[in-house]
């Protein structure tokens, strides 16, 4: 079957709409997983900043190593997501595609 030009760009500008919605939805959802790290951290910052300022421990009892881990050393990595073309989900690739 002999597609015409203009089902040929029609075909072409279907696809890339589907794209940039994808890319789009990707974003948008990149954007979420960003601010909520953002927000968990800075909450956490917080938080330490403050038991810091009123803790009256002294450090200078405990050897070099028992020293506090550094910030967020137990953090999880970044997750990459993908969007299952059939089903809609998204999944983690945790770093395999």
Do not use: C
Not at 36 to 65: W, Y
């Amino acid at each position: 079957m002999d597609l015409s030009f203009n089902d040929k760009v029609g075909f072409i500008n279907n696809a890339s709409k589907q794209l940039e919605n994808r890319l789009a939805e990707q974003n948008q959802k990149l954007h979420e997983l960003m601010k909520r790290d953002v927000n968990e951290k800075s909450s956490s910052s917080h938080f330490d900043e403050g038991n810091r300022r009123g803790s009256t421990h002294n450090f200078e009892k405990h050897s070099s190593s028992e020293s506090r881990p550094a910030p967020y050393s137990d953090s999880p990595k970044p997750v990459e997501y993908f969007r299952d073309e059939t089903t809609g989900n998204w999944t983690a690739t945790r770093g395999k595609f």
